[in-house]
């Protein structure tokens, strides 16, 4: 499976419209938010120039990127240095938020209705990304989190409709992220890419 399944531009299109509609979301939550969706941005942009530069048909798969940039020698493999912006270092930083998506939407679905959800979001983060992220990093991010709306809220700034019907469209939605979460992490697995610096 994971070697036969491929991004496609109609799945890239589709991520950025899902990005947008959650970075507008977290431009909703206030500046406490910003820290976080200006990152996200930078490293959506570095994806989009990819996307639109010379070499733009060797980015239309994850697999065709994985292979041109290391056949290049366009990944810095031990520390940032001429490389630090790579495809495959950025999407690797995606990934591991996908993985932290994938954990708090779970979460949220099965969550009782007094549940907290910058409890929900802690803990996602702290099974997911924040091993990768600075002392200070860390500490942003959970003040951060406190500022989450409830669970309800939640649902509704992201026009999800009612609880019943967020948590039956979240079911939809969980096993394709997984989906995609799994492809990636195999392909990188393969290619030795997961510790990127
Ligand atoms: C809804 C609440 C949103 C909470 C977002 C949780 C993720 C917390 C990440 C905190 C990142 C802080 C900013 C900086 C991070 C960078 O140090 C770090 C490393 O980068 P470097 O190796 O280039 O130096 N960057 C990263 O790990 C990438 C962070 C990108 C954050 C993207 C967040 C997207 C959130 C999407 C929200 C979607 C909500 C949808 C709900 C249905």
Same mark, same amino acid.
């Given at each position: 499976m994971a070697s036969t399944t491929r991004y496609t531009t109609t799945t890239f299109a589709?991520?950025?419209?899902?990005?947008?509609?959650?970075?507008?979301?977290?431009?909703?939550?206030?500046?406490?938010?910003s820290f976080i969706s200006k990152d996200a941005v930078g490293k959506i942009q570095i994806m989009e120039n990819y996307r639109i530069g010379e070499s733009s !048909?060797?980015?239309?798969t994850?697999?065709?990127?994985?292979?041109?940039?290391? +056949?290049?020698?366009?990944v810095d493999l031990v520390q940032r240095s001429e490389n630090w912006d790579s495809?495959?270092?950025?999407?690797l930083r995606l990934h591991r938020v996908l993985r932290w998506l994938q954990l708090f939407l779970e979460k949220? !679905?099965?969550?009782?209705?007094?549940s907290k959800t910058s409890v929900?979001?802690? +803990?996602?983060?702290n099974d997911s990304l924040a091993c990768h992220h600075?002392?200070?990093?860390r500490?942003?991010?959970?003040v951060a989190f406190y500022a989450l709306p409830t669970r309800v809220a939640f649902f509704e700034a992201m026009n999800m409709g009612t609880t019943e019907e967020a948590v039956a469209k979240l079911g939809v939605a969980l096993p394709f992220l997984s989906k995609v979460f799994d492809i990636t992490e195999e392909l990188y697995k393969q290619h030795n890419l997961l510790d990127l610096p």
């Amino acid at each position: 499976m994971a070697s036969t399944t491929r991004y496609t531009t109609t799945t890239f299109a589709l991520g950025h419209i899902v990005t947008f509609l959650a970075l507008r979301f977290m431009n909703s939550l206030g500046s406490v938010f910003s820290f976080i969706s200006k990152d996200a941005v930078g490293k959506i942009q570095i994806m989009e120039n990819y996307r639109i530069g010379e070499s733009s !048909q060797q980015y239309l798969t994850l697999q065709s990127m994985v292979k041109y940039e290391m +056949e290049n020698k366009l990944v810095d493999l031990v520390q940032r240095s001429e490389n630090w912006d790579s495809g495959c270092r950025t999407i690797l930083r995606l990934h591991r938020v996908l993985r932290w998506l994938q954990l708090f939407l779970e979460k949220l !679905q099965i969550a009782s209705e007094d549940s907290k959800t910058s409890v929900l979001c802690t +803990e996602a983060y702290n099974d997911s990304l924040a091993c990768h992220h600075t002392w200070i990093v860390r500490k942003a991010a959970t003040v951060a989190f406190y500022a989450l709306p409830t669970r309800v809220a939640f649902f509704e700034a992201m026009n999800m409709g009612t609880t019943e019907e967020a948590v039956a469209k979240l079911g939809v939605a969980l096993p394709f992220l997984s989906k995609v979460f799994d492809i990636t992490e195999e392909l990188y697995k393969q290619h030795n890419l997961l510790d990127l610096p």
